[in-house]
């Protein structure tokens, strides 16, 4: 009966040293992973982008004053030279009946210059002949030098009356011109007062409501033009410079249930500016009718690099790197017995991103197998399995 009892438990035994040793087995966790690949001579990238109108035009006043008619709202259709809004004008109309006053008196002034440039002109007609007569006579000893002298100054003043008189009549017209000028930039004011449409169009977007004090230069409203759309992207540095005009792509817009459109890109910036990307545009090459601005959009452009050095760059997906404190990481993931891996904590250098991964430029190397999901509860030694598709 003993030994029954001891062959029982030895059976036991066995068979629960089976299950412990099975159970961490059956307890490791499947992990989806990546492998680290050089480069392609030819690769897809996506970007986020937003569609564009081709035209769009934000309006603003040249000057202050209280929005008296907004005409307009989001969605309207607007032809070239449509009034758009206005402002209350009555401070600039005073200011040019002001200009108009000065110019009446400008021009008083000036023809009041005129009679005495014309009265003075007579004198000097008058007093030249009595000169020259005076003079004749002095030379044949017929008058005293007393009245020769006497007809000299009379000419001379005369003369000295008549510059004074052009001059007046000068400084005159000067007054007029500029009253003229006045004139115009009150007009000018008046008219800023006004806006109207610059391009047919649709209203996208309407930032002022009635009798709202408006700064000038304030954008009261935008205009697009409803005719082709482009959709714009960032894109890197550092592949900037292997696009060019005319190169295809596809663009799909989320909104239209994934739509899916040719395009081909008409742009491409020279310069970044303040963004640490560089714009692109690319024109829709069959849009859609509802294709609207401002639509978000994933432009995939097929890149060429056969001819440049990134064919010989290594890149992990974004999934793939996490950041603390110390930097950025992975997990590369190196076999070990059994088909298992174990997980190590590499700290890598990023590059730039491209499309959905980052450049490494330090850290890994070709063949590597990095984790790409579930990384939050990755440790330094775990073992896992890998996730096969």
């Known amino acids: 009966m003993k030994l029954v009892q001891l062959f029982i438990a030895i059976t036991f035994l066995c068979i629960s040293c089976k299950e412990s040793a099975e159970q961490p087995q059956r307890n490791i966790r499947r992990v989806k992973y990546a492998k680290i690949e050089k480069s392609s001579g030819q690769e897809s990238h996506s970007f986020s982008g937003l569609v564009i109108a081709k035209n769009q035009v934000a309006l603003s006043f040249r000057v202050t004053g209280t929005l008296t008619n907004m005409n307009v709202a989001p969605g309207d259709q607007v032809k070239k030279g449509q009034l758009i809004a206005t402002l209350d004008p009555t401070d600039y109309t005073l200011q040019t009946d002001q200009a108009v006053t000065q110019k009446e008196g400008a021009v008083a002034n000036k023809q009041s210059a005129e009679a005495n440039l014309k009265s003075a002109e007579t004198q000097l007609i008058s007093a030249q002949a009595s000169y020259d007569r005076i003079a004749r006579l002095y030379e044949n000893n017929s008058v005293s030098l007393s009245e020769y002298q006497s007809a000299k100054a009379g000419l001379d003043a005369a003369q000295a009356q008549y510059d004074a008189s052009k001059s007046q009549l000068d400084a005159a017209i000067s007054q007029v011109t500029t009253a003229d000028q006045q004139v115009q930039a009150a007009n000018n004011q008046v008219g800023y007062t006004r806006i109207h449409a610059p391009i047919d169009g649709v209203i996208t977007d309407v930032n002022v409501d009635a009798n709202e004090l408006?700064?000038?230069?304030?954008?009261?409203?935008?205009?697009?033009?409803?005719?082709?759309?482009?959709?714009?992207?960032?894109?890197?540095?550092?592949?900037?410079?292997?696009?060019?005009?005319?190169?295809?792509?596809?663009?799909?817009?989320?909104?239209?249930?994934?739509?899916?459109?040719?395009?081909?890109?008409?742009?491409?910036?020279?310069?970044?500016?303040?963004?640490?990307?560089?714009?692109?545009?690319?024109?829709?090459?069959?849009?859609?009718?509802?294709?609207?601005?401002?639509?978000?959009?994933?432009?995939?452009?097929?890149?060429?690099?056969?001819?440049?050095?990134?064919?010989?760059?290594?890149t992990a997906p974004i999934k793939a790197v996490a950041s603390a404190t110390e930097g950025n990481y992975v997990f590369k993931l190196t076999p070990a017995e059994n088909g298992l891996c174990r997980a190590e904590k590499v700290s890598v250098r990023l590059g730039d991103i491209i499309g959905n991964a980052y450049i490494i430029e330090e850290g890994l190397s070709q063949g590597d197998i990095v984790a790409v999901a579930g990384l939050s509860s990755m440790f330094d030694g775990k073992v896992v399995k890998l996730l096969e598709d």
Do not use: C, W
């Open 214 to 314: 408006v700064s000038a230069g304030t954008v009261i409203a935008v205009v697009s033009s409803t005719g082709q759309m482009l959709v714009e992207v960032g894109v890197p540095e550092i592949l900037i410079n292997l696009l060019e005009k005319g190169q295809q792509a596809q663009v799909k817009l989320p909104s239209l249930q994934g739509q899916s459109f040719n395009a081909e890109i008409v742009e491409v910036a020279y310069a970044s500016g303040t963004a640490t990307t560089y714009p692109i545009k690319l024109r829709l090459v069959d849009p859609a009718d509802n294709i609207r601005p401002g639509m978000a959009t994933e432009v995939d452009l097929r890149i060429n690099h056969s001819t440049s050095a990134m064919e010989d760059l290594i």
